[in-house]
C-alpha cells in the first residue's frame, strides 16, 4: 500500500466517532508556560526590586528560641476567655489574629521571590535573575549575621503549653520552591560553587534534623496532610542534596503508608474530609501527594503510574475531587468555616496532572483559576505557585 494512502486511512481512523487523541504531555506544558509568562515576568520584574529579608529582621517576645530561630504559633489557639493569663485553648478550624506570623510571611515572601526568579530564568536564560536570587539564597542560608538556624524547634508554639511542637515543621514546604529553584538556576555561569555547596549544606543540615530529632519523627508519623507534606519537604530537599536514601525511603512511604492510609478506594482522603476545613484540606492535600509524585518519579519508578491493587494512585485522586473543582457546590460534605470562598485557585494537581496524564479539561480547569491569590490563608497552603521550575 503506497505510504500517501497509509497515511490518509490512519488520518480518519483519528477521526472516527469515538475515538479520542491524547495530546502530547509537552503541548500541555508548553500551553501552561505561555499562559504563565506574563505573570511570572511580572512577579520577576517585583522579585529583582526587593531587599532580603529573613527570620532575623522580627522577633517575638513569645519566642523561647533566638534572633536565628524560625519562630510561629500554632493558628487554632486563643487565650481562654475563663483564664486570660493561663495556658490557651483550641478554636479548631479558626485562625488567631493576634498570632505572631512576621517569620511564616518572610519565608512566603522569599519562597516567592525565588520561584519567580528561577521561572523567569527559566523562560528567558537571563542571569540577572540567578544574581538577585542569590542575593537572598545567602542572606537566609549563609550569612552568619542573617541566616536560619537548620532546624525548628520553635515552630507553632502554643502559648502557656509548648515552646514549639513537630506539627510546625509543615511551616517550612515554603522552602519546596526555594529547593526548586535552587535545581533550576544551578547550572547558572553566575551560580558559585562555593554558594551551591553552602545552600545544599545548610539544606543538609535540615534534613539531618528533620529525620532524626523528635519533632521530625512525629510528624513523619502524622497520619494526615502533616504525614504527606512531611515527605514532600523531605524528598525535595534530597533530591536537592542528591541524598538517595532518603529518596528511595519517600518513594516506599509513598506507597506502603501515605497512599493506603489517607485515601479511599473512591479518591477522596477520609481525615481531611472530617475536619473543619474539609474542601481547602482536601486540595491541599491532593497537592501534596501530586508533588510527591512529580519529585519522586524517575525512569525506574513512576509514581505517578502507580497504582494499589484496588486501583488507589494519584490518578484516581485527581479524578475524584477535579468535578468538585469545576462545581464546588456539589462538595458532598460540610462547607469550610473559613476561607470557603477563597478556595480553589490554581492547583498544581491540575497542571501537573494535566501534563502527565494528557489531560485537556484539567488544564483548561487550572488556566481559568487565579494563579496569584492574595488571601494569606490561601497562600501559605499553596506552596506551589510556579509550575514553570517543575515541568520539564
Not at 149 to 169: D, K, V, W
Not at 187 to 215: C, M, N, R, V
Not at 237 to 247: C, I, V
Request: glycine share 8%; with cysteine.
Amino acid at each position: 500500500m503506497p505510504t500517501r494512502i497509509l497515511i490518509m486511512l490512519l488520518s480518519l481512523l483519528v477521526l472516527l466517532p469515538g475515538a479520542r487523541a491524547t495530546p502530547p504531555a509537552n503541548k500541555l506544558a508548553q500551553a501552561a508556560a505561555h499562559t504563565l509568562r506574563t505573570h511570572v515576568l511580572a512577579e520577576a520584574a517585583w522579585a529583582l526590586q526587593q531587599a532580603p529579608v529573613t527570620v532575623t529582621a522580627s522577633t517575638s517576645p513569645r519566642s523561647a528560641g533566638g534572633p536565628h530561630d524560625f519562630f510561629s504559633e500554632g493558628d487554632y489557639w486563643w487565650p481562654d476567655p475563663q483564664n486570660p493569663a493561663g495556658p490557651y485553648v483550641q478554636r479548631d478550624g479558626q485562625t488567631n489574629p493576634a498570632n505572631f506570623t512576621a517569620h511564616r510571611l518572610a519565608m512566603i515572601r522569599f519562597s516567592r521571590i525565588v520561584g519567580a526568579l528561577a521561572s523567569a530564568y527559566k523562560l528567558t536564560g537571563d542571569e540577572r535573575y540567578v544574581r538577585h536570587a542569590l542575593l537572598h539564597l545567602r542572606a537566609w542560608f549563609l550569612d552568619s549575621a542573617t541566616r536560619m538556624n537548620p532546624s525548628l524547634l520553635y515552630a507553632q508554639a502554643i502559648s502557656g503549653r509548648f515552646t514549639g511542637r513537630g506539627i510546625g515543621i509543615i511551616d517550612t514546604i515554603q522552602l519546596l520552591e526555594v529547593a526548586q529553584g535552587v535545581l533550576v538556576m544551578q547550572a547558572a555561569k553566575g551560580f558559585g560553587a562555593e554558594d551551591l555547596a553552602g545552600i545544599k549544606g545548610w539544606f543538609g543540615q535540615y534534613l539531618s534534623w528533620l529525620t532524626t530529632h523528635p519533632y521530625g519523627k512525629d510528624e513523619m508519623n502524622a497520619a494526615n496532610n502533616h504525614g504527606t507534606c512531611w515527605a514532600m519537604q523531605v524528598a525535595a530537599f534530597a533530591r536537592l542534596t542528591g541524598n538517595q536514601e532518603l529518596l528511595s525511603f519517600c518513594r516506599e512511604r509513598y506507597k506502603t503508608v501515605l497512599l493506603p492510609t489517607q485515601m479511599a478506594p473512591n479518591g477522596s482522603f477520609p481525615l481531611e474530609t472530617k475536619r473543619t476545613k474539609p474542601y481547602g484540606y482536601s486540595l491541599f492535600n491532593l497537592d501534596a501527594m501530586t508533588m510527591l509524585c512529580q519529585i519522586l518519579s524517575d525512569q525506574t519508578d513512576n509514581l505517578w503510574a502507580y497504582q494499589m491493587p484496588d486501583g488507589r494512585g494519584i490518578r484516581r485522586g485527581i479524578e475524584y475531587l477535579y468535578p468538585f473543582v469545576v462545581n464546588k457546590s456539589a462538595w458532598p460534605f460540610a462547607h469550610d468555616v473559613m476561607y470557603w470562598d477563597n478556595w480553589p485557585v490554581a492547583q498544581p494537581f491540575l497542571v501537573l496532572g494535566a501534563v502527565q496524564f494528557g489531560n485537556k479539561d484539567w488544564l483548561a480547569t487550572w488556566q481559568r483559576l487565579d494563579h496569584a491569590p492574595q488571601v494569606e490563608e490561601v497562600v501559605r497552603n499553596l506552596p506551589v505557585r510556579n509550575p514553570i521550575i517543575w515541568l520539564n
